[in-house]
Structures are given as C-alpha cells and as structure tokens.
Nanobody
C-alpha cells in the first residue's frame, strides 16, 4: 500500500502559477503510475494528467495541455504538477493517485490509491 499527501494548493489570480506536490510513502514509488485528478464543486472528479512509473510517458486532459506539466522525482518519492496560466475554471480540489503498473491511465477506476486532496482557487 502507498500513502499519498498533496500540498501546494492555495489562492491565486487568473494568469498566475502554482506547483502542487504529492509525497508518497509506503511501497516503492517507482512501481506506480501516478496521476492528478480534480473535482470542482458540483462536478465529477476528472482526469488532469498522468505520468508513467519511470517518467518517460505523460498524458494530459485537453483542458490543461500546454499549461500544466506533470513530473516526478523517484529519488524523492514525489509527484509534481506545475500549473501555469491558471484560469478560474481550474478551481477545484486536486488529488494525486497511484496505480500499480507502468502504463499511464486516465480513468478514475484504474487507480488504486488516493490522497486527501489540496484546494486550488483561481480568482478572476
């Protein structure tokens, strides 16, 4: 089992940037595909980005392509999400998730472990 703790959320103006982190503990971090998801008030949780276990492959939701960058540092057991050019519609609770395996995935049901989330609020 792996435990995930997100940090780095906060309040930012539109056009600004934030960098989220997700610290993992427990099993070997490099054995997991990692993903970021988000959930806005009144909406379903949705895929944001994912990275393969070794960091060689990534996937992004169309809504964040070119603005967000997912990365990982396996030596530090940490996942990151650099968010630039933030928009009010990016406001949500952001969750990191882990999936056993090496292939990136975009479906919630494909992930085995979840963090508690960190709030990101973008003001207009």
């Amino acid at each position: 089992q792996v435990q995930l703790v997100e940090s780095g959320g906060g309040l930012v103006q539109a056009g600004g940037s934030l960098k989220l982190s997700c610290a993992a503990s427990g099993r070997t971090f490099s054995n997991y595909v990692m993903g970021w998801f988000r959930q806005a008030p009144g909406k379903e949780r949705e895929f944001v980005a994912a990275v393969s276990s070794r960091g060689r492959s990534t996937a992004y939701a169309d809504s964040v392509k070119g603005r967000f960058t997912i990365s990982r540092d396996n030596a530090k057991n940490t996942l990151y999400l650099q968010m630039n050019s933030l928009k009010p519609e990016d406001t949500a609770i952001y969750y990191c998730a882990a999936r056993v395996g090496s292939v990136v995935a975009e479906q919630l049901g494909q992930y085995d472990y979840w963090g508690q989330g960190t709030q990101v609020t973008v003001s207009s």
